[in-house]
């Protein structure tokens, strides 16, 4: 596609449920963030991926949060035993390589924990 | 550890002015340096980057500029127009390719 794309754009879970959240990058792009925007706060980085590993994961919460990508390409992050504190809206990005280079970001996931 | 500051945290001028919006930030050791704007209920959108070594980079009515020694970036908005209302965020990339955001600063143009 011509964008970033994230699915699904909004998510209503029950505390304690399991999530997914799925990012297609521009294709192309190697590199790949995943960033949360809580109500009322700044953009926070989780973790990204150049190609299909993740050098520094030292962003993510909790190990309830764990993201993969395969093939260079779509990437899932994954919320388990969810918390109300993790309703946020989700974004994902794209970049051509990881350095000096736009990044582009999608519509996001709002998630919402009750 | 790296701290983006924005300033200010809103404003709101009559369309027409031309405004500027500031941006600091604490480590000058930065890949670069970029502009978002963020509509609400939208993603992000992609300004401006401006790489370490660049001082300024120019779209159309913007014009970005960047003192890595000072730790200061500009926004300058010519002529604004309503359509021009939104948030404006700056971000840096660390030495540890992350992205560290501003809070941005909200930006209201009245007709």
């Known amino acids: 596609g011509a964008g970033v794309s994230q699915s699904p754009s909004n998510k209503v879970t029950e505390k304690g449920k399991d999530v997914e959240l799925r990012c297609d990058p521009i294709?192309?792009?190697?590199?790949l963030y995943w960033y949360r925007q809580s109500l009322g706060q700044g953009l926070e980085f989780l973790i990204y991926?150049?190609?299909?590993?993740?050098?520094?994961k030292s962003g993510l919460p909790s190990d309830r949060f764990s993201a993969e990508r395969t093939g260079g390409s779509v990437s899932t992050l994954t919320i388990q035993r969810t918390q109300q504190e993790d309703s946020a809206v989700y974004l994902c990005?794209?970049?051509?390589?990881?350095?000096?280079?736009?990044?582009?970001f999608g519509q996001g996931t709002r998630l919402t924990v009750v | 550890k790296q701290e983006v500051t924005q300033i200010p945290a809103a404003l709101s001028v009559p369309e027409g002015e031309n405004l500027v919006l500031n941006c600091s930030f604490t480590?000058?050791?930065?890949?670069?340096l970029q502009w978002f704007r963020q509509d609400p209920g939208k993603g992000l959108t992609s300004l401006l980057l401006i790489q370490s070594s660049q001082r300024e980079q120019t779209s159309g009515r913007l014009n970005a500029s960047l003192d890595k020694s000072s730790g200061r970036s500009t926004l300058y908005i010519a002529a604004s127009q309503p359509g021009d209302s939104a948030t404006y965020l700056c971000a840096v990339t660390d030495s540890n390719y992350q992205l560290i955001w501003g809070a941005g600063t909200k930006l209201i143009i009245k007709p």
């Open positions: 991926f150049q190609g299909n590993s993740a050098p520094d």
């Open positions: 480590d000058s050791a930065i890949y670069n």
């Open positions: 990005a794209s970049s051509l390589v990881v350095v000096n280079t736009e990044a582009f």
């Open positions: 294709s192309g792009h190697t590199a």
